[in-house]
C-alpha cells in the first residue's frame, strides 16, 4: 500500500515568502521525475501526499506536497485568498528549481488549484481536481455544517480556532476511525486499508495543530465567491469525483466542469469523498506521468 511504504527520508523544506512568514514543502516519488505540486484538503497537511508515494516513484513522477499557509509548518495567512496561491506555491516550485509542473488538488486544494492554473498559467501544466470544492454560487448548497463553519470563520474565527484545536486534541486520542468519519461513510472505511485510515487521521491533526488558523481562514475564503474567472483556467483539467460525496455533491462538480474551458470529470460509482482520492490515485499520477490529458 502506498501509505504502508513511505520515502527512506521525509524531510521538509522551510521557504521564506517575506520577513515574517514561511511556507513548507515534502517530497515524494521519484526526486529526478516529472514534477507535479499536491495541494491538500482542508483541513490538512503535506503530509497525506504520502498516499501518491508509491505510485509516484513508479510512474516517476515527483510530488511536492505544500503545506499552505496556516497548516503544518507553514505560517499563518489570514487575510489570503484564493488568488494568492501562486505566491506561496510559486517559491516553492523556485526552491526545487521547477520552471512548470502539474497540479493536483483534493478536496479543498481543489479551488487552490485552478485559481493557481488562473492566475500563473505559464508555471501550470495540468490540474487533477480529487473531490474538489465546487464554487458556493453552483447549487446543491453544500452541507449544513459545512455552511455553519463558513458563517462562524466569518462571524466569530477566534472561536472556531478554539473548537478546531480542541477537535485536533480529540482527533489525536481516539480511533482513526472517529476522525475519517468525517470524509467516509462505514462502507467506506471498511473498504480501506488501516494505514490509510491512520494516514488520513494523521494528516488531520497536523493539518489543524498548533493554531487551527489555516482551517479557519480556508471555511471563509472557500465560502465566499471566488475571486477569479474560470474562463482564465487555459490548463486541461480532469476531475475526479464520487457518485456517492456527501461532502461536496458531485452536481456541483458537473456544473464546474462545464463551465471550464477545458474539463473531464470521471465519476467513481459507490466511491465518497475519501474512497474517491484513494481510488484515483494511481490513475492522477499515471495521467501527469504521460505528459497529456487522458
Known sequence: MDAAHPPATESVDRIPLDDDRHVAYAEYGDPTGLPVVFLHGTPGSHR???????????????LLAV????????????????????????????DAGVSRAGVVGFSGGGPHALALAATHADRVTA?????????????????????????????????????????????????????????TSSAGRAALPDEVLALVARDFVDGVSPSGRGATTEFRLLGDSWPFSLDSVDAPVRLWHGADDANVPVDGVRLLRDRL????????????HLTTLYRSRASVVQRHADGSPR
Open 261 to 272: 474551458p477545458n474539463a473531464q470529470l470521471t465519476v467513481f460509482e459507490t466511491a465518497d
Open 127 to 183: 490540474v487533477d481536481i480529487v473531490s474538489g470544492a465546487t464554487p458556493p454560487t453552483h447549487p446543491p448548497r453544500a452541507p449544513p455544517i459545512q455552511r455553519l463553519l463558513e458563517r462562524v470563520a466569518t462571524t466569530a474565527p477566534t472561536l472556531l480556532r478554539g473548537l478546531i484545536r480542541g477537535q485536533a486534541w480529540l482527533a489525536d486520542h481516539v480511533s482513526p476511525t472517529v476522525v475519517v468519519s468525517q470524509y
Open 67 to 94: 503545506d499552505r499557509p496556516g497548516y503544518g509548518q507553514s505560517s499563518p495567512w489570514p487575510e489570503r485568498d484564493l488568488t494568492d496561491t501562486g505566491a506561496f506555491v510559486r517559491p516553492v516550485l523556485d
Open 48 to 62: 497525506l501526499g504520502r498516499l501518491f508515494h508509491a505510485a509516484a516513484r513508479r510512474e516517476s513522477v515527483r
